[in-house]
């Protein structure tokens, strides 16, 4: 039986239209005001200068600093295919929870390969530079809605890839994917990944203008939820928006892998699915900085120090609260890390920290025959070779996400891509 959304609701108050409107106005700047003075970067070709959220973000005076080395991030998806010159030695070992032919490295649609790319790209051959170049994906793959409805596959499919990536060493989980409906067993999964200390993102998704359904994952209060904004700052007009949302991150004008053929990029909006994953990226050059951390110490650095124009105590039902910013942390050392063992999201003592391996009651039901995420570099891809400098970073790239059809599905569920 699946729970209403009132019981889903994070522990926050929401400003509602007003606060949005009133925060648009400073936050359409707040990109060019926040960096003033940072030229944009150069890029290598045309596709990579299309990464306008790069030179925005200062992410190349943050590489100087950090780059997510240490840091692995599972990302949910539609499979991430290791063999993309940018991913070349980026992608760890991961799980296929599909029940399909193929694996977790076999990329369906582009989407997940995209997402790995906007994370941990290293830009070369002209792919997409990633927010994050020093992390390494394990990928966790999932089927979209289409595919739900031609195959028999795994229908718990995702709540089986939250558990494989709650119990790899994995510290953030990246899912630019999303349901309708809630579901016990999803929910259970990702309360087990916040008892072992997982930081989890996820896609508020791209409907705002049809309905604005509720999404889940991004909906369960141990999740943060992700919108998208524009190159000046505002919402995206088809971000989903309500108390899901915890913060925003570039999401417009991001292009994206064509198809599964990865013979070229299309230009596009990323949605809140590239929202989702620049998050993750986000979150993870600051958990590298600071390695001691909790995933709640990071979150609550991220939260502090978000671009808005309203009380911190507070949060926008269009942009959480505010603007994703790590370069304030990175460059500068501002925000605050807080209680290292209370939720930011909840207000609420967590049982897990950075990578502790907290008993949980649900632990009991993660299936036997699931391999976990190792170390091991995917076969087909380099050696790893990040050591926290710069090596692969002149070259940039791209990345966009598609919106996949929705269609209904087990327990009348309809999955999308965001």
Known sequence: MTAGISQTRKHRTSLGLSGHLLGVVSLAAAWTVTFAGVAPSA??????????????MQAEEMWKTSTGSG??????????????PSLEGQV?????????????TDDYDGHGTTMAELIAGTGRGGGLKGLAPGAK????????????????LNPL???????AAAESDAKIISMSF???????EEREAVKYAQSKGKLFFASVGNEAKKGNPVRYPAAYEEVVGVASADREGKVAEYSQNGSTVDIAAPGNDIPRWCDSSFQSYCDGDGGTSAATAIASASAALVWSAHPDWTANQVLNVLFDTASRDWEKDTVSKYLGHGLIRPSMNILKGKGDPGDPDVSPLTNEKTSGSAGSAAPSASASSQPDDKAEAGDATMAGSSAETDGGDRTGLI?????VVLVLGGAAFVFARKRRAS
């Open 43 to 56: 890029f290598a070709d045309d596709t990579q200068s299309k990464q306008w959220y790069l030179g925005a």
């Open 71 to 84: 840091i692995k991030i599972a990302v949910i998806d539609t499979g991430v295919n290791p063999s993309t």
């Open 92 to 104: 760890l070992k991961g799980v296929d929870a599909t029940g399909a032919k193929g694996d977790e």
């Open 137 to 152: 994906i394990m990928p966790m793959r999932v089927a979209d809605a289409d595919w739900q409805t031609k195959e028999k």
């Open 157 to 163: 499919d995702t709540t089986d890839a939250i558990r």
């Open 178 to 184: 999303g349901n309708d409906f809630a579901l016990d």
């Open 395 to 399: 070259v940039g790239g791209v990345a």
